[in-house]
């Protein structure tokens, strides 16, 4: 959904997604982890691994943020395409978006260098 704005059509095909399909992956639980302790500490980890990475690339908070609500929004399709019924869809969005919320939140803590985000960073998500 991506490859053709800016900063995305410029990056190697290797360098576009990222750290995004292991963030899906943690996401929805592919690995079936039961604890949720674990599994939260993985996805702080790849959205964390993934801000860096986006901060090496020289992309700017604007960019992860909008990164991530296309994911939202791509899911929220694939969702609602699938004839998943509507309550099923609406309540599995109330949880993703908060699991997303959660990897902004990392992504932008490791994208500014810092253990603790101290600038606004809900500033610049979409939920």
Request: aromatic share 8%; charged share 30%.
């Given at each position: 959904m991506?490859?053709?704005?800016?900063?995305?059509?410029?990056?190697?095909?290797?360098?576009?997604?990222?750290?995004?399909?292991?963030?899906?992956?943690?996401?929805?639980?592919?690995?079936?982890?039961?604890?949720?302790?674990?599994?939260?500490?993985?996805?702080?980890?790849?959205?964390?691994?993934?801000?860096?990475?986006?901060?090496?690339?020289?992309?700017?908070?604007?960019?992860?943020a909008?990164?991530?609500?296309?994911?939202?929004?791509?899911?929220?399709?694939?969702?609602?395409?699938?004839?998943?019924?509507?309550?099923?869809?609406?309540?599995?969005?109330?949880?993703?978006?908060?699991g997303?919320?959660?990897?902004?939140?990392?992504?932008?803590?490791?994208?500014?260098?810092?253990?603790?985000?101290?600038?606004?960073?809900?500033?610049?998500?979409?939920?």
């Amino acid at each position: 959904m991506l490859e053709n704005e800016l900063p995305w059509r410029t990056m190697p095909l290797d360098d576009a997604f990222g750290d995004v399909r292991g963030i899906l992956h943690e996401l929805f639980n592919e690995g079936r982890q039961p604890d949720g302790v674990h599994r939260r500490e993985q996805l702080r980890t790849v959205a964390r691994s993934h801000g860096a990475f986006r901060r090496s690339q020289q992309c700017t908070a604007e960019h992860i943020a909008y990164e991530v609500e296309v994911l939202a929004c791509a899911i929220e399709c694939v969702l609602r395409q699938s004839g998943a019924a509507a309550g099923f869809v609406e309540d599995a969005l109330v949880v993703l978006r908060a699991g997303l919320r959660d990897v902004t939140r990392d992504a932008m803590l490791a994208w500014a260098g810092r253990g603790e985000w101290t600038a606004r960073w809900d500033e610049h998500r979409a939920y």
